[in-house]
């Protein structure tokens, strides 16, 4: 763009207008003065898990809200500015104008995270497929994609679980991804990611497909009542940790195993040297897991009634990843196509990812 005209003012303050309405801003102001009315209470601290997640809702409520009216106040003025500016001058201002969109185009992807658990954090898991070593390989191929994913968007991991592979790679590996919409971005990534390369295992270098499984779950609170399961439920195991050797570990059988007998659910957790720690995480991912069922399976039914289409979830093939004979890794749900798999497998999945926001 060289040149701003009348026109492009008023549509970018019918887009701002828009967004403000998308967002309901006049409810997000009521939510935050009843979150500050909370945190002055005598017994806020009272439950300082509680305590700290209020606190953090409100800090982020409060530079939402100030972003959004920023955001008015600079289309105000880049009005302003065009209204008294000479023809010259108005290509001077061409870069306020841009400043302006992109920072319209980040709040636009917040009306497509708008999910009951897309603001939590994730707990994202990821299962080698058939194929013995080569699939332990893409597996841990896929840990550093989203490790650096995770780094891109400023997101903390803490790895909860691991199985290493028999030669190489890992069998599984399950991390909490902390960070703000974490699960909203990604929780489309699961699915089966398939791998197609030249096989760096054998020495005839012969083609190779690789298939391994992601499973993104939402990080539901310690104070989320949602989910109530019974201990009679509950089939518990404790193993010697698979993790960093030492004396403590072959003396304590710290990691822990839930399987949740209604429904064959199994979660693992061994992050932490103390079985009961362990155990309270693996109980937080089993409700998470359960909950997430819970919401799936209501959906399932509504779409059903409605008779609308239902894509596979679990299980199905999103996303290919060739390496060889040309290069290409394509999205199969959104279409979106990137024929630079290295830069992909090194954490850049932006296009990815908000294009799944609209799915």
């Known amino acids: 763009m060289k040149h701003l005209y009348k026109t492009d003012i008023t549509e970018i303050k019918e887009m701002v207008r828009q967004t403000i309405q998308d967002l309901d801003l006049e409810k997000k102001k009521k939510n935050l003065k009843d979150l500050q009315s909370q945190s002055i209470q005598p017994d806020f ?11 953090s809702e409100i800090d982020y409520l409060s530079k939402e ?46 009306k497509y995270l708008s999910g009951k658990y897309d603001k939590n954090n994730a707990i994202l898991s990821i299962h080698a497929g058939q194929g013995g070593t080569e699939a332990q390989d893409w597996a841990e191929m896929l840990l550093r994609m989203y490790s650096k994913c995770c ?35 990604l929780k489309k990534e699961t699915g089966t990611h398939r791998l197609v390369r030249q096989s760096p295992f054998n020495a005839q270098n012969l083609r190779q497909t690789s298939f391994a499984k992601v499973e993104v779950i939402p990080k539901i609170k310690e104070v989320d009542s949602d989910v109530d399961i019974s201990e009679k439920d509950i089939e518990f195991k404790a193993t010697r940790s698979s993790g960093p050797g030492g004396q403590h570990v072959n003396k304590t059988s710290s990691a822990v195993t839930l399987k949740h007998i209604p429904t064959g659910i199994t979660v693992h957790c061994s992050e932490g040297r103390d079985q009961s720690q362990n155990r309270k995480i693996a109980m937080n991912i089993l409700k998470s897991k359960l909950l997430l069922k819970r919401e ?64």
């Open 151 to 185: 780094e891109n968007y400023g997101w903390e991991i803490n790895i909860l679980h691991s199985v290493l592979g028999t030669e190489a790679g890992i069998t599984s590996v399950t991390m909490e991804i902390k960070g703000r919409y974490a699960y909203g971005y």
């Open 65 to 110: 809200i100030e972003e959004v009216e920023n955001l008015e106040k600079d289309v105000q003025e880049l009005e302003e500015m065009f209204n008294i500016a000479s023809e010259e001058e108005k290509e001077d201002i061409v870069e306020e104008y841009k400043k302006i969109e992109k920072k319209l185009e980040e709040f636009t992807k917040k």
């Open 296 to 359: 799936e399976e209501k959906e399932k039914e509504i779409n059903k009634l409605k008779g609308e289409h239902q894509i596979p979830g679990w299980g199905t093939q999103i996303r290919n990843y060739v390496l060889h004979p040309y290069k290409l890794v394509k999205d199969l749900r959104t279409n979106i196509e990137k024929t630079d798999p290295e830069n992909v497998l090194d954490g850049n999945l932006d296009d990815f990812l908000e294009a799944q926001l609209k799915i």
């Open 45 to 55: 601290w009272n439950e300082p898990e509680q305590a700290k997640n209020t606190l």
